[in-house]
């Protein structure tokens, strides 16, 4: 039998028999010395890793960005240095808010995270299929997901839970306003759009500064499952988009999307009418039209889905020279918390993992130790710097021109609340069909009606604030009155807590 035939322990060893376990006699007891059998239970015992917080549920695929159009005036990094050049990717769609064995066609916005196998090391872009977020501030994203899983008591889905946060927190209703649409249920992991939603910067040659947003346009057409369609999906294929992405890929119809990107210098964000580092805002295409990039291709699918897809660990923190992060906080917290959670889940080398691991670039560090090192930990080298050893050093020529800070420390607002109704305002009347309108209003009204009548007065009347009749059909739908509803609108937003607070 050929070496590659063989089955073996972990180590090495031959595998006699893998059919009975080693006992006294026909009928046992099992012996401790079946060493197989314990090696056997305790890996089984080990084999769930801690699930995601968030992003629990993905499907994955391996493929290739290919620069279309020439960006250098813009950026240094390597990644989009000339027309042609083509780089390895990994990307991973999720849902966000479910568990792992929850259904693909939830409502829930999706995760778009693309890994850039770049010569300078890896670039990681973890985005989703919406533009904007519920929140701009990383302190208030424990509670928000907190709300989105179940309640601790009834270990159940709970609306009160879900609006009464939402409703409290006006700020949410654009990306509330995307959920609800059909937008909230894509028909598969194709057939949708990817975004940054952060702001992020890039720099070129000669030291100029650019804010970018990243806009990946599905080239299959975008298609969404109207409520029934969904629903009728978790009942009969819970894993339909995972299957479809797989299946795509397996008989060659690689599923491809074209990057646009909307570029900003940095010396007019200041003045420019909403915050561009305020995550719940998009920038009007009308002021800053988006020019075509490149190209992905998705065209390989993984060999083993734990090692690859379950592994696969994207982090915001992980840029490239040329390219950076800006001062938008719900990016800076990212920063932190993504490396965070995988060193929790995968542990302090899951840089090592070949999925996250750089492909075409060396990595030389001094970190050192930790469980499952599975390199050479650096032999005999120093593990420390300076040292005069000739060892690995810092490459001044890298470093970024940072960006201007000013102001007093404080825990403050962002300085424009008093747009969070403009955006999703022009989304209801001017981009929305009549029969988006009708979808979204139907879809809230399902989920929105099993909430406290306290909690639904208070969420009808932010979606008065965006638009009269916004509000007025969804008070309508779940039972509230309208005139109340606008009396609350008209308030302010603490004295409208504070007039539903019981």
Request: charged share 25%; glycine share 8%; with cysteine.
């Amino acid at each position: 039998m050929s070496d590659t035939k063989r089955l073996t322990s972990a180590f090495g060893a031959p595998v006699a028999e893998d059919q009975h376990s080693l006992t006294a006699g026909p009928r046992g007891p099992v012996l401790m010395q079946d060493v197989h059998l314990l090696e056997k239970l305790g890996h089984f015992d080990r084999e769930r890793i801690p699930e995601r917080v968030v992003h629990a549920k993905g499907a994955g695929a391996y493929g290739y960005f290919e620069v279309t159009a020439d960006v250098t005036m813009y950026t240094r990094a390597a990644l989009f240095s000339e027309v042609g050049k083509k780089t390895d990717v990994f990307v991973r769609f999720s849902t966000v808010g479910g568990e792992k064995g929850s259904a693909d066609a939830e409502r829930d916005p999706r995760g778009f995270a693309v890994k850039f196998y770049t010569e300078e090391g890896n670039y990681d872009l973890a985005g989703n299929n919406t533009p904007v977020f519920f929140i701009r501030d990383p302190l208030k994203f424990p509670d928000f997901i907190h709300t989105q899983k179940r309640n601790p008591r009834t270990n159940l889905k709970d609306p009160d839970m879900f609006w009464d946060f939402l409703s409290l927190t006006p700020e949410s209703v654009h990306q509330v306003t995307v959920l609800f649409s059909d937008r909230g249920t894509p028909a598969t992991y194709r057939h949708m759009n990817g975004y940054s939603s952060h702001s992020y910067v890039w720099t070129n040659a000669a030291g100029e500064q650019f804010y970018v947003q990243y806009h990946f346009k599905t080239d299959q057409g975008i298609r969404n499952l109207t409520a029934a369609e969904a629903d009728e999906l978790k009942a009969s294929d819970p894993d339909h988009a995972t299957r479809d992405l797989f299946e795509a890929i397996e008989r060659g119809d690689s599923p491809s999307w074209t990057l646009e990107m909307q570029i900003m210098p940095v010396a007019e964000a200041e003045a420019y009418r909403f915050d561009v580092l305020d995550i719940t805002k998009v920038w009007p295409h009308a002021d800053y039209p988006p020019i075509v990039v490149g190209k992905l291709v998705l065209d390989r699918n993984p060999e083993n889905y734990f090692a690859e897809v379950e592994q696969s660990a994207f982090n915001p923190s992980s840029f490239v020279p040329g390219i950076g992060p800006s001062a938008d906080k719900m990016l800076q917290g990212r920063l932190f918390s993504y490396h965070d959670t995988h060193l929790h889940r995968l542990g302090a080398n899951y840089h090592l993992i070949p999925v996250n691991s750089p492909k075409h670039a060396h990595e030389a560090s001094y970190q050192r130790d930790a469980a499952m090192r599975t390199d050479g930990n650096g032999g005999g080298g120093p593990n420390y710097w300076p040292n005069s050893f000739g060892a690995p050093e810092p490459d001044a020529s890298v470093a970024e021109p940072g960006v201007a800070l000013a102001g007093p420390t404080g825990r403050t607002p962002y300085p424009h609340e008093n747009d969070d109704f403009v955006q999703p305002r022009a989304l209801f009347r001017d981009v929305m069909t009549d029969e988006d309108r009708d979808h979204l209003i139907g879809n809230i009204v399902g989920h929105l009606s099993g909430a406290q009548e306290r909690i639904r007065l208070r969420q009808c009347a932010i979606f008065y604030k965006v638009d009269p009749e916004y509000g007025t059909r969804v008070a309508e739908g779940v039972g509230v009155d309208v005139a109340e509803v606008a009396r609350l609108a008209a308030m302010t937003d603490d004295e409208r807590a504070t007039a539903t607070s019981r």
